[in-house]
């Protein structure tokens, strides 16, 4: 299968994600760009974000669900586009769990648009490991993060 | 002052926590309890707290803004309560600044209504650390988190 | 099977562990007693274990080490103890994959021995969770931890 | 100063930091590298460091002790090398504290020749938070974490 098609079908699960899961709608969370290392989202400020009021920052629990969300895109699109046969996978593959996560806040959460990155470091047969940066549009960062999730396949 | 009146205070410090920090609001987060050694918030199931449309459990980022919130408010109690002038240190105490968080998913989120605990475990001068916990209310232990949080002061 | 006799294998299991793997011999690991629930070990100060030539108190890594160790065990001996059939576990399950390892250091390590503890916290068929606690001779709480890690069998 | 005479003092520190403290010594950490950003450390597969006696790879409880220095030498590196007063930083810098360490297993500690790397990725005026990276003499990335440390000095 030509490779575009291959990323158009993983678009569209994200796309399902980003649409089904309620508290992902409200986060507003986008995906940006997916491929076998990892995969992008941002999101943009908004009131109900703010986790300070008297700064107005992006509140810490939006940047770990954000990273949790964004790990685990991570880890599925590396597990689906390592295949040969992404049809049959995407078929299997149901979203991962969490088995873990970790988020170090460097900054405050400044901004009007923040990106986050998920990058796939680990990727075995049950268990992936992926990094999670966070950006604002100012390309300052923010928070780092690393997740540890289990894939689950329909038929196992 | 007296036992009661000084956690008079520190409630009333996290009512405001809870309203005023809208996405604290959003999650529905309830103080329940306070003391010198943590403290203790609930959340009611919704709708738009779900993370996975067909099994219909917490999303992993509300347990994680949770232990976020649980933690650092166990950390600020710590803070206030081992102090003779509570009225003071209130004065001069800031929300905490979280560092770090690990939070580890034990089950599914399944349930109605979810109890999380914040345990300090050490707070000196400047940083806390502390051990979140979330049960539903059947009593089963959901998650499990850790959080290492900086005191803010007024005047430093 | 009697308990006992499940018990000692496993004993025997763990003695091999501490015997047969160079750097927990160095780090002079004991195991105190075991469960289905976890394990604990304890291990003896000594001038090599020094993290602080100031203050002589043990070294960070000996802790992380340890705490590796102890959840790996406590992980394994979940494993094996809920089978009703501890013989044929014991021939299958390889020792196990540490994931990651989070680490918390809440005081100095000062102390002459020092008492770790593995708790399991969730042990799916093939992911285990697990906290643990370092303790010195006196009672005093030094770190806690925990581990994420990966059940190997020989025949998968 | 000039910027090597700078580099040449925290190099010294180093040393000392190798050479006095025992553990350290038995892991065999020589410092390759210091700059503003971080430090490089390196360490030989040794009998005595072997984790597992089947497949003759390093104990996990060497990279986290490894990571947990490097990361506080990063750490330190930071806070003496953005001042222009390096004699005098070096004089009031005790060695940092770990607060917590996270570490992520990603492949079999398979080499001959280790490479730890440290970066700074936020360093107030008393908390750093580093992440690392292990490599062996192939280049393979076998583990990453992440450190928060305290900075103390000599008149705090």
Known sequence: ??????LDQVRELFHRIE????FNRYLGLQT???DQDGAVVHLDMRGELIGNFQD????GGVISATFDVVGGMAAMA????REDSVDE?????????TVDLRVDYLRPGAGKRFTA???TLRAGSRVAVTRMELHNEGGELL??????YIYNYADQ
Chains 1, 2, 3, 4 share one sequence.
Do not use: N, Y
């Open 143 to 148: 928070a780092v993060g690393t997740g540890t």
């Open 56 to 59: 107005g920052v992006l509140h």
């Open 32 to 34: 940006e760009s997916i």
């Open 19 to 22: 649409e089904l899961i309620p």
């Open 117 to 119: 990155r998920g990058f």
């Open 78 to 81: 590396t597990a689906v586009l």
């Open 89 to 97: 996978t995407l078929q299997r593959l149901r979203p991962t769990s």
């Open 1 to 6: 299968m030509e490779d575009e098609q291959r």
